[in-house]
C-alpha cells in the first residue's frame, strides 16, 4: 500500500525556499502570486493491506524522522 505523507513549514516559520520560488515566478510574469510555501511528500510503499496499520506506521515514522515537529506539520495519505 502507498502512503504519502506531506509535510510542509507551520505557519510563521520562514520559508526561504518558498520566497525565492516567489521571487523566480515574479521574474517569469506571474505577478498575481500572493505567497509560495515549499514542502516536500514522501512516498512510502508499506507491505500491507490493512489501511490503518499502513496510516499508524506512516505517522510513527513521520514523528520519528520525516517531520521536524517544533518546526513542521504532516499530512498523511493513502495512494
Known amino acids: 500500500m502507498k502512503i504519502a ?5 507551520k ?8 520566497k525565492a520560488v516567489l521571487h523566480a515566478l515574479e521574474t517569469l ?3 498575481d ?3 509560495v510555501r515549499v514542502g516536500k511528500q514522501i512516498i ?3 507491505d500491507t493491506a490493512d489501511k490503518k496499520k499502513a496510516i499508524e506506521e506512516a505517522k510513527k515514522m513521520a514523528d ?7 518546526i513542521e506539520n504532516y499530512e498523511i495519505e493513502v495512494k
Not at 505523507?5 to 513549514?9: A, E, F, P
Open 5 to 9: 505523507v506531506n509535510v510542509h513549514l
Open 11 to 18: 505557519k510563521g516559520v520562514l520559508d526561504p525556499q518558498g
Open 29 to 31: 510574469g506571474f505577478t
Open 33 to 35: 502570486v500572493k505567497d
Open 44 to 46: 512510502i510503499d508499506i
Open 64 to 70: 520519528e524522522l520525516l517531520a521536524n515537529p517544533v
